[in-house]
């Protein structure tokens, strides 16, 4: 079993920058996809971006295209989400997310392991 946490969140500027982190631990990422969603008050919980930790290929969202990046370290078993040019939309709860896989998985309902989601914050 994965257990994911978050962290990094925050409030900005627009135009400013954050970068997000999901440490897991109880075992590493291995063969794991690991997702980042969020979710807006009233909205419905989203795909951001995620990364296959075996085959390091990524995906995005077209919402945030060019300006997120998805990274892993093996050494610290984490993963970042490095967000330029932030908009007042891109305000919501973060959360990282885990499954076993290597394709690009974008519907929340196919993940096991969930962080608590830690919150974002773009004032304009």
């Known amino acids: 079993q994965v257990r994911v946490v978050e962290s990094g969140g925050g409030l900005v500027q627009a135009g400013g920058s954050l970068r997000l982190s999901c440490a897991a631990s109880?075992?590493?990422?291995?063969?794991?996809?690991i997702g980042w969603f969020r979710q807006a008050p009233g909205k419905e919980r989203e795909f951001v971006a995620g990364?296959?930790?075996?085959?390091?290929?990524?995906h995005y969202a077209d919402s945030v295209k060019g300006r997120f990046t998805i990274s892993r370290d093996n050494a610290k078993n984490t993963v970042y989400l490095q967000m330029n040019s932030l908009k007042p939309e891109d305000t919501a709860v973060y959360y990282c997310?885990?499954?076993?896989?290597?394709?690009?998985?974008?519907?929340?309902?196919?993940?096991?392991?969930w962080g608590q989601g830690t919150q974002v914050t773009v004032s304009s």
């Open positions: 990364i296959s930790w075996s085959r390091s290929s990524t």
């Open positions: 997310a885990a499954r076993y896989g290597v394709s690009a998985y974008t519907s929340p309902e196919t993940y096991d392991y």
């Open positions: 109880g075992r590493t990422f291995g063969s794991y996809y």
